[in-house]
Every structure is written in structure tokens, then in C-alpha cells.
């Protein structure tokens, strides 16, 4: 299963180490920033690929979809490569560094491969997992313009 790893904060805090913590970001205007438009356009960009089969080529067009939306957010997207039935596949890590304790590190993270009866021609994957790849890069289109402590 290859994943998309998105190193970005959960929680909102900024300010150093010697200051109180004062939000960085408030939560509820992170939470109203996130746009069902651009959720259904992640999915519906995913699901163009036809099929996103770890076997496949769909899985490489997945990984050069999913690198360009980082690349367009600001974001550098490094390939972390694994061995899989005798092919390399590629997991996808993007990070937001924190300014205060850049090693502590809250992650999200999804796969981005899918599967279905015929994979190699036919595997959209709306439900396997292009959910939870769109809610990863809406979490970085609405994280990455703060600047968090951490991670």
C-alpha cells in the first residue's frame, strides 16, 4: 500500500518558547476554510486516472498528480521508495515545519493506490482511499499558509 504522508500541526499554536502560546491559526476559521469544492475536485482528479493499481501505470500517474497539487500548494513533495512483488513504489511525504519544536511532528496520511475486480483498467478508487487523499491535501491547502510550532 503506498501512502501519502502529509507532516503538518493538528493543533493551533505559535509564539516561542519563552512567550505564552498564542494561536497561530484560530480552529474555527481553519475549520470554515475547508472547502467541499476542493475536496470533490481532489477526488474527481483521482478518479480521472481510471485506475490507481499499486501494478499499474495509474499508480505512477497518481504520484505525479499528487506531487504537482503539493508543488502548487508551496509544499516539496519527497519520494520515500519501497519494494513491492519485485516493482519500487513510492510514498509520497510532504512537510510543514514547525518553528519553535520542528521534531515534534503530528501526521496525516493516506494511501493513494487502489484495487477492484479488474485494477489494471478499472480501479477509480473513490472510497479506496481518494477520500482521504483529498482530505490530506485539503489539510495542506488550509494549514500551509500558518506558521505552527510544530511539525
Known amino acids: 500500500m503506498r501512502r501519502l504522508s502529509l507532516v503538518l500541526l493538528a493543533a493551533c499554536g505559535g509564539g516561542g518558547s519563552d512567550e505564552p502560546s498564542t ?14 469544492a476542493e ?9 480521472a486516472l481510471e485506475t490507481r493499481f499499486t501494478m499499474g501505470d495509474g499508480d505512477d500517474r497518481a504520484k505525479d498528480y499528487l506531487v504537482g497539487r503539493f508543488t502548487q500548494l508551496g ?3 519527497e519520494l520515500d521508495p519501497f519494494p513491492v512483488a519485485g516493482e519500487t513504489a513510492n510514498n509520497i511525504i510532504v512537510k510543514h515545519p514547525g ?4 521534531e515534534v511532528v503530528y501526521l496525516f496520511s493516506a494511501h493513494y493506490d487502489s484495487t477492484s ?4 483498467t478499472d480501479a477509480p478508487g473513490a472510497d479506496d482511499n481518494a477520500t482521504g487523499v483529498a482530505a490530506v491535501i485539503e489539510a495542506a491547502r488550509v494549514l500551509t499558509p500558518h506558521a505552527f510550532e510544530h511539525s
Open 99 to 102: 518553528t519553535v519544536t520542528p
Open 39 to 47: 475536496l470533490s475536485g481532489s477526488i474527481q482528479g483521482l478518479e
Open 75 to 77: 509544499l516539496t513533495a
Open 117 to 120: 475486480t479488474a485494477p489494471m
Open 23 to 36: 494561536p497561530a491559526a484560530e480552529p474555527d476559521a481553519l475549520a470554515a476554510a475547508v472547502s467541499q
